[in-house]
């Protein structure tokens, strides 16, 4: 006990000198001065000190008051180790996030592993001096991450630790992230000239590859084609290509091309931007849209065949269209179709082409193109051929495949009685996954499985009634055509007939006024009785 007091007694006065020779240096060290020690102290230290720190600042220098990227993924990535190592944690909600990010606390340490080699994360603050109000968060306080390791892994730490680590937070930031729905404003000019170029919404569409009514080899195909995608950044740098590739959804209405873009997003994680082209002013517009998306999205273009003038017709086709359009009874509608024509987008299609596989194309990467239409073959080739739309999915009529998933998803059900006659009826009958999917749906509380499935068949066999009155209707129509036609080709032949008969009659006309012939018998006659009359006045003499 004694000695514990003896030491604390010697140790007092020296603590003491420690701090007024730190306070001389403070209060009248001159800065020039200071400076020079600090640097000759930090080469004494680090001559003895193993160990290195890189420091990476919460806020850029040379940046518009935005956290710096690497920042953010370093937070990220340590949220892991945080949350089981650290004593003090500190939660942050994610700007357009779902959950709440755990991080350590200011002047928190704690460790990592790489390769076998251990590393050390801590987290500082430095509070500004000067006791003023700013406007600016990094004004007041500047955080940063501190990495401190073994000066023999520093080429360890510099040329791969830190790598793995930036593309790891920035994996975990997308996969966390809360996705969103993208459209576009409409181009008039009126917002000026920092209007933002896209409204966003929150995506929460459920449908997934689970959920999608499609023949099981088909949707598993799709899932391959997207997955081999998402992983072929460096393939396609290596064949030349910019990272993206192009869907074309076709198929009647009511067979899911939109849960299909959904199902699609969900399985990649990726935003959606549902481009509306009528909505674009012209083609430099769409291309600024392009450069406002980011990466890892589908752009989607829905019914294209009704959005702009893109079906194929071209200078031709499009005069060919202003004929038509003249030729119409109502001078009224077609003044009011030119008006409508007038404001429609400048959006040409060459423009549009370039959107899609220009030299455009290429900025952000790693993106779709998705379009859907109801009638692919009203597209110009051009628009749909492979390099632009690279993969055509067929969405046709419910299958007894796409109907099981149906049955599954709404009634809970693999396998039922009613199960063969549905097979039998959806071979027979063409009928959209919507209606299968109206039908299976119970509409109160006391209806079950049977009930819907009843309802189903019902609906199956009214389709299918009505298919059959509708082919007959078409026959009947088209033998009524037929006839029609064959009555005019009829028609026309005995008008030929009778033109070419009075054509006749006339030419007969012609030849007996040039040579009557009745003037041929008087002259005939004439001749005769001249004849007879010398014959007489010889007999009579």
């Given at each position: 006990?004694?000695?514990?007091?003896?030491?604390?007694?010697?140790?007092?006065?020296?603590?003491?000198?420690?701090?007024?020779?730190?306070?001389?240096?403070?209060?009248?060290?001159?800065?020039?001065?200071?400076?020079?020690?600090?640097?000759?102290?930090?080469?004494?230290?680090?001559?003895?000190?193993?160990?290195?720190?890189?420091?990476?600042?919460?806020?850029?220098?040379?940046?518009?008051?935005?956290?710096?990227?690497?920042?953010?993924?370093?937070?990220?990535?340590?949220?892991?180790?945080?949350?089981?190592?650290?004593?003090?944690?500190?939660?942050?909600?994610?700007?357009?996030?779902?959950?709440?990010?755990?991080?350590?606390?200011?002047?928190?340490?704690?460790?990592?592993?790489?390769?076998?080699?251990?590393?050390?994360?801590?987290?500082?603050?430095?509070?500004?001096?000067?006791?003023?109000?700013?406007?600016?968060?990094?004004?007041?306080?500047?955080?940063?991450?501190?990495?401190?390791?073994?000066?023999?892994?520093?080429?360890?730490?510099?040329?791969?630790?830190?790598?793995?680590?930036?593309?790891?937070?920035?994996?975990?930031?997308?996969?966390?992230?809360?996705?969103?729905?993208?459209?576009?404003?409409?181009?008039?000019?009126?917002?000026?000239?920092?209007?933002?170029?896209?409204?966003?919404?929150?995506?929460?569409?459920?449908?997934?590859?689970?959920?999608?009514?499609?023949?099981?080899?088909?949707?598993?195909?799709?899932?391959?084609?997207?997955?081999?995608?998402?992983?072929?950044?460096?393939?396609?740098?290596?064949?030349?290509?910019?990272?993206?590739?192009?869907?074309?959804?076709?198929?009647?209405?009511?067979?899911?091309?939109?849960?299909?873009?959904?199902?699609?997003?969900?399985?990649?994680?990726?935003d959606v931007y549902d481009l509306e082209l009528t909505a674009?002013?012209?083609?430099?517009?769409?291309?600024?849209?392009?450069?406002?998306?980011?990466?890892?999205?589908?752009?989607?273009?829905?019914?294209?065949?009704?959005?702009?003038?893109?079906?194929?017709?071209?200078?031709?086709?499009?005069?060919?269209?202003?004929?038509?359009?003249?030729?119409?009874?109502?001078?009224?509608?077609?003044?009011?179709?030119?008006?409508?024509?007038?404001?429609?987008?400048?959006?040409?299609?060459?423009?549009?082409?370039?959107?899609?596989?220009?030299?455009?194309?290429?900025?952000?990467?790693?993106?779709?193109?998705?379009?859907?239409?109801?009638?692919?073959?009203?597209?110009?080739?051009?628009?749909?051929?492979?390099?632009?739309?690279d993969k055509h999915i067929v969405l046709s009529y419910c299958?007894?495949?796409?109907?099981?998933?149906?049955?599954?998803?709404?009634?809970?059900?693999?396998?039922?009685?009613?199960?063969?006659?549905?097979?039998?009826?959806?071979?027979?009958?063409?009928?959209?996954?919507?209606?299968?999917?109206?039908?299976?749906?119970?509409?109160?509380?006391?209806?079950?499985?049977?009930?819907?499935?009843?309802?189903?068949?019902?609906?199956?066999?009214?389709?299918?009634?009505?298919?059959?009155?509708?082919?007959?209707?078409?026959?009947?129509?088209?033998?009524?055509?037929?006839?029609?036609?064959?009555?005019?080709?009829?028609?026309?032949?005995?008008?030929?007939?009778?033109?070419?008969?009075?054509?006749?009659?006339?030419?007969?006309?012609?030849?007996?006024?040039?040579?009557?012939?009745?003037?041929?018998?008087?002259?005939?006659?004439?001749?005769?009785?001249?004849?007879?009359?010398?014959?007489?006045?010889i007999s009579k003499g």
């Amino acid at each position: 006990m004694m000695m514990m007091q003896d030491v604390w007694t010697q140790l007092g006065p020296t603590i003491a000198t420690i701090m007024f020779a730190w306070t001389m240096y403070q209060n009248y060290f001159p800065h020039e001065l200071r400076g020079h020690i600090r640097r000759y102290t930090d080469k004494l230290v680090t001559y003895f000190y193993p160990y290195m720190h890189i420091i990476f600042h919460e806020y850029e220098t040379d940046g518009w008051f935005e956290r710096s990227k690497a920042y953010v993924a370093i937070e990220r990535y340590l949220s892991k180790n945080s949350s089981t190592q650290a004593k003090r944690l500190k939660a942050n909600v994610v700007k357009d996030g779902q959950s709440l990010v755990l991080t350590m606390d200011d002047h928190e340490e704690v460790t990592d592993e790489y390769k076998g080699e251990k590393v050390w994360w801590i987290s500082s603050q430095q509070i500004a001096n000067r006791q003023t109000i700013s406007w600016y968060p990094r004004e007041d306080e500047k955080r940063y991450f501190k990495l401190k390791f073994h000066r023999k892994n520093r080429e360890l730490i510099t040329a791969s630790y830190l790598k793995y680590v930036l593309d790891e937070g920035k994996a975990i930031s997308v996969r966390e992230r809360q996705r969103k729905l993208y459209t576009n404003n409409k181009g008039d000019g009126g917002y000026g000239y920092r209007r933002r170029m896209w409204s966003q919404v929150v995506f929460e569409h459920p449908s997934t590859f689970d959920t999608l009514a499609m023949e099981p080899n088909k949707k598993q195909e799709i899932m391959d084609d997207l997955q081999t995608f998402s992983k072929s950044k460096a393939y396609y740098a290596k064949i030349g290509k910019a990272w993206k590739r192009g869907y074309l959804l076709y198929g009647p209405p009511g067979t899911g091309k939109s849960s299909m873009i959904a199902a699609m997003a969900n399985f990649l994680q990726y935003d959606v931007y549902d481009l509306e082209l009528t909505a674009v002013k012209d083609n430099t517009e769409l291309r600024k849209l392009l450069i406002d998306t980011t990466s890892k999205s589908i752009i989607v273009i829905e019914d294209i065949d009704c959005s702009l003038d893109l079906t194929g017709q071209r200078e031709k086709k499009k005069d060919d269209k202003e004929e038509e359009v003249k030729d119409e009874k109502d001078a009224v509608k077609e003044k009011m179709k030119n008006r409508e024509e007038k404001k429609q987008s400048e959006v040409t299609l060459s423009g549009l082409l370039n959107f899609i596989d220009g030299l455009w194309s290429a900025i952000g990467g790693e993106r779709l193109i998705v379009f859907t239409t109801n009638f692919v073959e009203k597209l110009d080739p051009a628009l749909i051929r492979r390099g632009r739309m690279d993969k055509h999915i067929v969405l046709s009529y419910c299958c007894f495949d796409s109907f099981k998933v149906l049955a599954n998803n709404y009634l809970d059900v693999e396998s039922h009685d009613h199960f063969p006659e549905i097979r039998r009826l959806l071979g027979e009958t063409n009928i959209t996954p919507a209606d299968v999917a109206e039908n299976l749906m119970p509409k109160s509380s006391k209806e079950n499985a049977n009930t819907c499935l009843e309802r189903l068949i019902k609906a199956l066999e009214t389709a299918k009634e009505e298919a059959k009155l509708k082919a007959e209707e078409e026959e009947r129509e088209k033998a009524e055509k037929e006839k029609e036609e064959k009555n005019k080709e009829a028609a026309a032949e005995e008008a030929n007939n009778t033109d070419t008969v009075n054509e006749n009659g006339k030419s007969e006309s012609n030849i007996v006024k040039e040579n009557p012939e009745g003037n041929v018998a008087k002259e005939n006659g004439k001749s005769e009785n001249n004849g007879v009359k010398e014959n007489d006045d010889i007999s009579k003499g």
